[in-house]
């Protein structure tokens, strides 16, 4: 594993976000009846937060076995699961959180394999990187060299709805969420290896400093979105 991908195991998450943006998107969500819960993602505590608000521990899924490790020390009903893989229970799911990342050839699919899991008038929440402007040339391609394609705000609305689902809102994710909630721990773990005498590690804390520079000239022009749906 590279060492920024050692780095990140270390972290609470492997993406931007944070507990007030958790909490923000379950308010839009409004009140939410539901007798099951999924939750798909990188970190605990939005799960912690779905069963607070629902009353119902959602089953959390992760791409990780460390992650779903230390969601399960916290009491939570973890399972791995591959790519494009999203558990499945008898009736359909009445409430999903998935986050995801940047998937430009994945979001109708994605988005169909969701629409499918779930019961009939169940929210979902899913999440997505995408572009809020127009980007510029240098930040479209390091962008898409760093996480992939991400696809404009206004398209995945339009994915949606041609797969049925009723739009309730959408919320953007805030700068703070990059810069609070991921750059600055990761920072603070940086430190530990400044000075260190390995090409490897150099290089790492190299695309780390120009990540967090490209993200503070052009935070304006892409982030995380949660698209609130409905069945």
């Known amino acids: 594993m590279s060492f920024i991908g050692n780095l990140i195991r270390e972290m609470e998450r492997s993406t931007a976000g944070s507990e007030e943006t958790s909490r923000r998107v379950m308010e839009l969500c409004g009140a939410v009846g539901c007798a099951n819960a999924l ?9 912690r937060i779905i069963a607070e608000k629902t009353g119902v521990k959602p089953l959390a899924a992760y791409y990780e076995q460390h992650r779903a490790d230390s969601a399960a020390a916290l009491g939570l009903e973890t399972r791995v699961v591959g790519a494009f893989e999203l558990p499945e229970t008898e009736g359909g799911w009445e409430f999903v959180w998935l986050n995801c990342g940047a998937e430009p050839d994945g979001i109708p699919l994605r988005l169909e394999r969701l629409y499918g899991s779930l019961k009939k008038g169940a929210v979902a929440v899913y999440r997505t990187l995408c572009w809020l402007i127009d980007p510029s040339p240098d930040t479209r391609s390091y962008v898409e060299h760093r996480f992939g394609r991400p696809v404009p705000l206004d398209a995945v609305l339009r994915y949606a709805k041609e797969q049925r689902f009723k739009i309730r ?15 600055r721990p990761m920072s603070e773990l940086v430190k530990k290896y400044e000075g260190a005498a390995d090409n490897e590690i150099a290089a790492g804390i190299g695309e780390i400093n120009k990540e967090m520079y490209m993200f503070d000239l052009h935070s304006e022009e892409y982030s995380y979105v949660y698209y609130i749906l409905e069945k």
């Open 169 to 183: 809102d959408f919320y953007i994710a805030p700068k703070t969420d990059w810069t609070n909630g991921f750059y």
């Open 39 to 47: 939750f798909f993602g990188d970190e605990s505590l939005t799960p």
